[in-house]
């Protein structure tokens, strides 16, 4: 098994970008990204090489996630902060471009939680199915079936 810093080094950005999905904060993503690692060397004996690490750890991020909110007695909501557009668009299409993202964030908030979650671990986390699957206790046809239902909700929400 690799040692801690490796997992640390290997999946740290795997794990935030997932915690950055889930909380739209980049602040809070940090804050529970290092929470997961720590967690993760508590327990890392009960690891049983079951699932890639990654899925491992971003369960361990999910639960983090799931306590925050509990913690805090609120749901967060998806805030509108869009990440620059690196390249030559003009002004203009950086403004139609940010506005489809706009419009399709607050179509996403239309979704139920974990059908948002699937779209966002698929889109944004980059993660298969049968990832997504396993870090949401579900089957990877549930995830894919979840995925393919989600995005024809897009396209209905006005």
Same mark, same amino acid.
């Given at each position: ?5 490796q ?10 970008k ?11 993503a940090?804050?529970?990204t290092? &929470? ?13 090489g ?8 971003c ?12 913690? $805090?007695?609120?749901?967060m909501?998806?805030?509108? +902060?869009?990440? %620059? !557009?690196?390249s =030559?668009e003009?002004?203009e299409?950086?403004? !139609?471009? $940010? =506005? +489809?993202? !706009?419009?399709l964030?607050? @179509? ?5 939680e974990?059908?948002? +979650? ?6 944004t986390? &980059?993660?298969?199915? @049968? %990832? !997504?699957?396993?870090i949401? $206790?579900?089957?990877? $046809? ?5 995925f ?10 006005d």
């Amino acid at each position: 098994m690799q040692d801690m810093e490796q997992i640390y080094e290997q999946y740290f950005e795997t794990v935030n970008k997932y915690l950055f999905c889930l909380t739209r904060n980049n602040d809070i993503a940090e804050e529970l990204t290092q &929470e997961t690692f720590y967690k993760a060397v508590k327990k890392i004996d009960t690891y049983k090489g079951e699932c890639k690490i990654s899925v491992w750890l971003c369960q361990i991020a999910k639960n983090s996630w799931y306590d925050y909110c509990k913690k $805090n007695k609120k749901v967060m909501r998806l805030e509108e +902060e869009l990440l %620059e !557009i690196q390249s =030559d668009e003009t002004t203009e299409e950086k403004v !139609i471009s $940010n =506005d +489809e993202k !706009i419009s399709l964030y607050r @179509k996403l908030q239309k979704l139920d939680e974990k059908t948002r +979650e699937v779209i966002y671990l698929r889109i944004t986390g &980059e993660l298969s199915f @049968k %990832e !997504i699957g396993m870090i949401l $206790n579900q089957t990877e $046809n549930w995830a894919r079936v979840t995925f393919y239902r989600g995005k024809n909700q897009l396209k209905e929400v006005d």
